[in-house]
């Protein structure tokens, strides 16, 4: 039974009911056990909030900006691929509730609409300036063994107004989710990742199949049926051993910093010791991510690794997101708390999407910022720089239980 939904938990449920498989168990699955995936849940039930009373909460302001960038809220729109999965709008229809919320968007460099069409899209909003903030579009980037292509899609979303770019860096293969193997996920023909089209050929479904072919030799027959019997391996991660460059090292954030004046944001660091190299090799943002718990299942929820990453880089002029497992007005408070300067939401997003293309983000995203308002007044904070580590404590067991 569908629900009229009043929280992200409804959205998620309604998009269960009904999507087509394929592209449900592609944007839900989490890799192998799917630990990870739960666990960025289940780590922010792990902490406590500590509210203050008595402050004074009848006006709630949750502006921010984001590497000098005024937006209307710290709560952001991750990279999700392939977006044309769960409505045809696809990354236009977000990029426009994005544009309308003046809240951050990242585009996926896998994206079914091309960078420049999405940005367009977003830009067609009119921009209401009685409430502050601007829209905010940034471009995630994934490094590809073809340099000179790499480069020159740096070039394109400079072009067109993409201020940041976001390295994903933890994708040097893509981590094995169960679901896309047994369905043998496939992208509708009609659609391609859209941002690698040219005049001579389009990314679509039936040619990453091809190149799959190609490069394992493998003789695989493309229909459904039979490549079910004998495919090992979803077609996507197949794609990324094609494309996508496994010897990426910190000199390559280097070198990407020094083609281009985008500020650098690495997505996808969950360690101190890896905080600290990206300091070093100029990023100007730290996104601490698991990629959804779709990469190496079994590492540390995003919540749980967050404290250690704010250490390491502390005084250091970076800033510090976090996504994986936001859902509710209160998990974006204690990640606040903690010391992120935003929060990044991807599957929510898409299941906005998938209830009713752009109205439906613009849901997803209105329900979020409204439990945030209301989490931030019963907490006692009328704005973001009032959001301190005293708000948040780890554990429940009361000390005379220990
Ligand atoms: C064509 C390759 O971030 C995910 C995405 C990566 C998509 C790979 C697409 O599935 O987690």
């Given at each position: 039974q569908r629900l009229v939904p009043i929280s992200l938990a409804d959205l998620e449920h309604n998009a269960h009911i009904t999507m087509d498989l394929n592209a449900l168990d592609y944007y839900r699955s989490g890799a192998n056990d799917m630990q990870t995936l739960r666990d960025n849940q289940e780590a922010f039930t792990r902490l406590r909030l500590r509210p203050r009373i008595l402050?004074?909460?009848?006006k709630v302001d949750t502006q921010t900006t984001l590497l000098g960038h005024p937006v209307a809220s710290p709560i952001c729109i991750s990279p999700t691929a392939m977006q044309r999965l769960a409505n045809d709008e696809g990354e236009k229809a977000t990029a426009r509730a994005a544009a309308k919320a003046k809240k951050c968007m990242i585009l996926s460099s896998?994206?079914?609409?091309?960078a420049e069409d999405t940005i367009a899209a977003g830009k067609e909003i009119p921009v209401q300036?009685?409430?502050?903030g601007l829209p905010l579009f940034w471009f995630q980037l994934y490094v590809y063994k073809d340099r000179a292509m790499t480069e020159s899609l740096i070039r394109r979303v400079e072009k067109v107004g993409y201020k940041a770019l976001v390295i994903t860096?933890?994708?040097?293969f893509l981590g094995r989710r169960l679901a896309d193997v047994r369905n043998v996920f496939t992208l509708p023909?009609?659609?391609?990742?859209a941002n690698f089209e040219t005049k001579e050929s389009k990314v679509t479904m039936a040619n990453i199949l091809k190149q799959e072919e190609d490069i394992s030799n493998i003789n695989i027959n493309e229909k459904a049926a039979e490549v079910k019997v004998v495919r090992q391996e979803s077609s996507l991660a197949a794609y990324v051993v094609s494309?996508?460059?496994?010897?990426?090292?910190?000199k390559d954030i280097e070198w990407i910093q020094s083609i281009t004046k985008l500020p650098i944001i690495v997505k996808g660091v969950l360690t101190a010791e890896d905080a600290e190299l990206a300091v070093k090799s100029g990023a100007k943002g730290i996104l601490v991510s698991n990629h959804g718990g779709r990469q190496?299942?079994?590492?540390?929820?995003t919540i749980d690794a967050l404290p250690e990453v704010l250490d390491a880089v502390k005084g250091k002029g970076v800033e510090v997101y976090l996504d994986g497992g936001v859902r509710k007005g209160t998990d974006v408070l204690k990640a606040l708390a903690l010391g992120a300067r935003a929060v990044f939401l991807g599957r929510p997003i898409l299941w906005g999407l998938a209830h009713d293309g752009e109205a439906g983000v613009s849901l997803a995203l209105d329900l979020l910022q409204k439990e945030f308002e209301l989490a931030m007044a019963l907490a006692g904070?009328?704005?973001?720089?009032?959001?301190?580590?005293?708000h948040v404590q780890h554990g429940t067991t009361p000390t005379s239980r220990l």
């Open positions: 402050r004074d909460v009848s896998w994206s079914t609409t091309s300036h009685d409430t502050p860096v933890d994708t040097p023909s009609h659609m391609s990742m494309q996508i460059d496994p010897s990426l090292n910190w190496l299942d079994g590492v540390l929820a904070c009328c704005k973001i720089a009032d959001i301190n580590r005293a």
